[in-house]
Structure formats: C-alpha cells, structure tokens
C-alpha cells in the first residue's frame, strides 16, 4: 500500500517535521539543565527552524499534500500546527489568497488579492520598507476573518483549523505547567522566527514583477539553500506553475530558463533570507535611482 501521494521522498520533510517537534520538546524538557547560553543559542536556532519549516516543510505541504489518505493529511496538517505554532489550515487559506494575488500591487481602493504582498502597505506603487514588513506582518492577519472565510465554503476545514489553534495552546499550556520559565524564555524566539518567515518572503517578491507571471517570484539557485529548504530558492518556477512537486522544481527551471531570462525573471545569488545583502538587489536599487 502507497502511503505517498507523489513520492517516496516526501519522507524526508515528513521525518524532518518529526524531528522538529522533538526539537521543540526538547527546548522546554532540558531548559532546567542547560546554562543560559546555551538556551540562547538553541533559541536562535529554535527562531530559524520555524521559517525553515514554514517556508518549506509546511510551505510544499500545502501545494502537494504528502500523502494519499485523507485523514493522514488532515494529520499531519494538525502536527505541523503544533510544531510551527500556528494553524496549518489558515495559513493554507492566507497562502493560496498570496498565489491568487502573486504580490499584487494596491488596486484604485488600495487592497491587494495577496495578504502578504509586499505592496500592500507600500507607498506610491512601492514596496513596503522591509523593516515594517518584517516587524509587522505577525500581527496583520485576523485569525477570525480567516476563519470566517474558509467557514464560508469549507466548514469542516474552518473547524479543523480552529482545533490546531485550540490544540497548540493546550501544548503551550502543558509545557507552561512543566517548566513556565522555558515558554516565557522562548517566546521571543518564536516572534523573531516569524519575523524570519516574513523576512523570507519578502525578498522571494522583491524585484519580481507582479504582471508577469514568469517573473512573479524571486529565485536563488544555490544548491545547499534548496537542498536544506526542500527547492524553496526556486521561487519563480513555484509562482509560476505552483502545483509542480518540489523534487521536480529543477527540471522545471530547465525548461523555462530562456523563457525566465527575456521576461527578467530576478535571479538572486544569496538564499532568500539574505536577499538584503544579496548585489542584484543593491544593483536594482541603484538602476531605479538613476
């Protein structure tokens, strides 16, 4: 019996989100035995492994859900929800409004289709300053107005994602019962990780162009980047056919390369996360001065 919809490789993010978890468990289980030190440098590792998996783990997930059984899926769904800190359900529904959208620009009343587009609280046509992106965009989505939206057509799922909300918080709360000081320590790490998934995204968007569906998304090629992020760094190959699984997102930028380079498709040399020091980035800055 296949328990894989695409591939036997998906057990690789599958394992990986296992191993998070147990990360996370492990933060709270050993806080008492370890020196403050070392509890900050598994924070800050505890901070990347949440954009880490929430830009590729739970990111692919969404678009080629791992396996063939239903409830599997709705499984795991609830897993990455306690792992990520969030519920995978609304940020299925908040991403797929980003893929109907693409990082649209403000329309005559100022609203974009993506929530997390870059322009949308940009000015004058403008992305938005990264830092305000980066700080804010943790508190910019209304959990009831995604909830009430995916209830509209979906209300099981809407009342699935209200149980991995309820079901992370009962996690939290156990852990608080265990050892309060570990959630307390941690709970900075955790805003910085999504600040990370923000900082993240938006430079997947930044340069790319927003009426060109071949351009739409910003893509680095580095190896170790999509080999440690599950393919993430192609970004503008994702955009444009999202649906291809991420083990065949390679060959996909085979094929569309030329096509990518007459439409100029942005291309950075750093991984996603550093796009603010990657040159392309400074060199587009300096072409849109002159």
């Known amino acids: 019996m296949k328990i894989f919809a695409h591939t036997k490789w998906d057990a690789l993010p599958v394992l990986s989100a296992i191993l998070h978890l147990a990360f996370n468990i492990y933060l ?21 492994s949440i954009s880490w998996n929430i830009n590729s783990i739970s990111h692919n997930f969404i678009h080629t859900p791992y396996f063939r059984a239903r409830f599997l899926n709705y499984a795991f769904s609830l897993f990455e929800s306690i792992t990520i800190g969030f519920s995978q359900t609304y940020y299925h529904w908040i991403h797929m409004r980003h893929h109907s959208g693409n990082s649209d620009r403000p329309d005559a009343k100022g609203d974009t289709v993506d929530l997390l587009s870059i322009y949308r609280y940009g000015r004058d046509g403008q992305p938005e300053n990264v830092w305000t992106y980066v700080l804010f965009s943790f508190f910019r989505d209304s959990i009831g107005d995604v909830h009430a939206a995916i209830a509209r057509r979906r209300p099981f ?126 060199q587009s800055d300096v072409a849109h001065e002159v």
């Open 28 to 48: 709270v289980v050993g806080f008492n035995t370890r020196p403050v030190w070392a509890s900050m440098v598994l924070g800050c590792l505890y901070a990347m």
């Open 157 to 282: 799922d809407a009342g699935w994602g209200r149980f991995e909300v309820i079901a992370f918080f009962a996690l939290i709360a156990a852990a608080a019962i265990y050892d309060w000081r570990a959630v307390f320590f941690l709970l900075p790490f955790y805003y910085v990780g999504n600040c990370l998934s923000a900082l993240n995204g938006y430079y997947e968007h930044l340069n790319g162009d927003p009426d060109e569906p071949i351009a739409w998304g910003v893509s680095s090629y580095r190896r170790f980047y999509n080999w440690l992020w599950f393919g993430n760094g192609y970004h503008a190959e994702h955009h444009y056919r999202p649906k291809t699984h991420w083990t065949k997102l390679s060959a996909l930028h085979e094929q569309i390369q030329a096509e990518q380079e007459r439409a100029g498709t942005h291309v950075i040399t750093t991984c996603h996360a550093l796009g603010f020091i990657a040159k392309e980035n400074r």
